[in-house]
């Protein structure tokens, strides 16, 4: 049966898709897509939902880890912001002050932009900022992503083999990260300028695979559906739940992050694949996980419209690609690798159980090898997936190793992992050093002009956030077009006296 806390992190996983079918498309179109969404999502779960006596104290131990990293995260503004949140606020805000879908005049753009992005961290909170103002929509933003990370570990808790190996996987989940500091001093010792203090991990300068810590500071937009979708394929790896589940995951994924979703599809298709062959596949199990696919076809036209100048290409092709490639992967998953590998029950596995762990390192060893975004956000979103589930298996690994006294005999494992706790630890240094900044009212372009984007070139990022509303005419039928004028306000400072990580404007 599947847990409670995995079927609250669906509900609110999906609500964000709900409300986008209701609001962006026309009435009709957005009544049929909402009935089959929310049909999908009754038939997937509907009589599965285990009933067992809950474990308060271990819940509340959850969601306290979640209510303070999203603190710290800057989420409500009780803490420092990292950059990316100059962004995160001016989404929120507009989609508070303004009629749905948001409009703009950029000059130097189209003549009539549309913000559209990947809504799916927003739309719940900005409906409580449209009814009780932008300061509880802003406290709607923290509740949200603190209880969503809170149910995540709270899953992976129970997920453990005993209380002890559950308390191990949320551990290990929480400061998961890479060693960077090695070679972020290496390179420090020999003068390079982009391996800099309190921001480690961009050391390679191609590429970044984030600690946990790292996506919940700066982009839990991305990071929560990934780690969502690997709560629920942990649910079916265990037997609790069909893949035809995972399914409907994925489609309520696609609205907060497609990155994130593209790392999740391999997963999707592994554990469908396995069920197919085993005979596990239901008809109605089928047939709702079509439905909930068609029903978000709307969500995938919506966030492809007018995207065709992100930049991407091949990274492999870069002078120099392969020596930073093999220094990456020895010190982001070489220690987890490692460990997987010094455990006998990993080196045992058979059939699906060793593909697995042979897909979750075939793709972090391939991610690299493109680049999508001026930031490659292709590396460090992609990636979430599959860092998520080496971290969970690196933690069992980890929690047998402990069970059979084998870590005495490793104990530069040990050291490395410590090691590999710098990353995250600084992070969460830094947003309690750092002062905090109340929340800007400037809209996205403003926040464009006159935050840290501008250091990678306003025009190269704003593919990401805004869209030619003429590309959305010719499907007026399906989507609904502004109604209200578009924002003119002009704000000349937005950020005065507010600390960034990589700049300063």
């Known amino acids: 049966m599947i847990p409670r806390a995995l079927l609250l992190l669906v509900v609110l996983l999906a609500t964000p898709t709900v409300i986008f079918l209701v609001a962006y498309l026309q009435p009709a179109m957005g009544a049929l897509a909402t009935a089959a969404f929310v049909g999908a999502l009754f038939a997937t779960f509907s009589g599965k939902v285990g009933?067992?006596?809950?474990?308060?104290?271990?819940?509340?131990?959850?969601?306290?880890?979640?209510?303070?990293?999203?603190?710290?995260?800057?989420?409500?503004?009780?803490?420092?912001?990292?950059?990316?949140?100059?962004?995160?606020?001016?989404?929120?805000?507009?989609?508070?002050?303004?009629?749905?879908?948001?409009?703009?005049?950029?000059?130097?753009?189209?003549?009539?932009?549309?913000?559209?992005?990947?809504?799916?961290?927003?739309?719940?909170?900005?409906?409580?900022?449209?009814?009780?103002?932008?300061?509880?929509?802003?406290?709607?933003?923290?509740?949200?992503?603190?209880?969503?990370?809170?149910?995540?570990?709270?899953?992976?808790?129970?997920?453990?083999?005993?209380?002890?190996?559950?308390?191990?996987?949320?551990?290990?989940?929480?400061?998961?990260?890479?060693?960077?500091?090695?070679?972020?001093?290496?390179?420090?010792?020999?003068?390079?300028?982009?391996?800099?203090?309190?921001?480690?991990?961009?050391?390679?300068?191609?590429?970044?695979?984030?600690?946990?810590?790292?996506?919940?500071?700066?982009?839990?937009?991305?990071?929560?559906?990934?780690?969502?979708?690997?709560?629920?394929?942990?649910?079916?790896?265990?037997?609790?739940?069909?893949?035809?589940?995972?399914?409907?995951?994925?489609?309520?994924?696609?609205?907060?992050?497609?990155?994130?979703a593209m790392g999740a599809l391999p997963f999707l298709a592994f554990a469908g694949l396995k069920d197919l062959a085993g005979r596990k596949v239901s008809t109605r199990g089928l047939i709702a996980a079509l439905i909930g696919a068609a029903a978000v076809v709307p969500v995938a036209l919506y966030l492809t419209r007018d995207s065709g100048t992100v930049v991407q290409r091949?990274?492999?092709?870069?002078?120099?690609?392969?020596?930073?490639?093999?220094?990456?992967?020895?010190?982001?998953?070489?220690?987890?690798?490692?460990?997987?590998?010094?455990?006998?029950?990993?080196?045992?596995?058979?059939?699906?159980?060793?593909?697995?762990?042979?897909?979750?390192?075939g793709l972090l060893a391939l991610i690299p090898l493109y680049l999508i975004g001026d930031a490659n956000d292709f590396a460090m979103r992609v990636s979430i997936p599959a860092l998520a589930l080496l971290a969970l298996r690196s933690a069992a690994a980890f929690d047998r190793a402990w069970r059979r006294d084998r870590l005495a005999n490793q104990r530069w494992v040990l050291v490395a992992l410590a090691l590999a706790t710098i990353t995250p630890l600084s992070e969460i240094g830094r947003n309690l050093m750092f002062a905090r900044a109340p929340m800007s009212a400037c809209n996205v372009v403003e926040a464009f002009k006159a935050g840290p984007a501008t250091t990678v070139g306003v025009d190269g990022q704003a593919v990401l956030y805004v869209a030619d509303a003429g590309a959305f005419e010719t499907l007026s039928w399906l989507f609904r077009l502004p109604q209200g004028a578009p924002q003119k306000r002009v704000i000349p400072v937005c950020y005065a006296g507010r600390r960034f990580v990589y700049s300063d404007p």
């Open 314 to 361: 091949w990274l492999f092709l870069d002078d120099g690609f392969f020596v930073s490639y093999l220094m990456f992967l020895a010190f982001e998953i070489g220690v987890f690798v490692a460990l997987l590998l010094r455990d006998p029950p990993t080196r045992e596995a058979v059939g699906w159980a060793r593909a697995e762990i042979i897909l979750i390192l």
């Open 51 to 260: 009933r067992v006596a809950a474990d308060w104290r271990a819940t509340l131990g959850c969601l306290a880890i979640g209510l303070a990293l999203a603190l710290i995260a800057g989420n409500g503004h009780f803490f420092y912001q990292t950059d990316d949140w100059t962004m995160r606020d001016a989404v929120l805000l507009d989609l508070v002050r303004n009629p749905w879908p948001v409009s703009y005049l950029w000059e130097g753009h189209a003549p009539l932009t549309l913000l559209r992005a990947p809504l799916g961290m927003y739309l719940g909170p900005a409906l409580i900022g449209k009814a009780l103002g932008p300061t509880a929509g802003d406290l709607a933003l923290l509740a949200q992503n603190a209880l969503i990370f809170g149910l995540l570990l709270r899953i992976f808790l129970d997920f453990g083999d005993n209380r002890r190996a559950g308390w191990i996987a949320v551990g290990f989940f929480v400061l998961f990260s890479g060693v960077d500091i090695i070679p972020w001093t290496l390179l420090r010792l020999q003068g390079a300028s982009i391996a800099m203090m309190p921001h480690i991990e961009l050391w390679t300068g191609r590429f970044q695979y984030s600690s946990h810590v790292t996506e919940m500071l700066w982009s839990p937009n991305h990071a929560l559906p990934g780690w969502c979708f690997v709560a629920a394929y942990e649910a079916w790896r265990r037997g609790l739940a069909p893949a035809t589940t995972l399914a409907v995951v994925f489609a309520a994924c696609l609205l907060w992050s497609p990155l994130a």
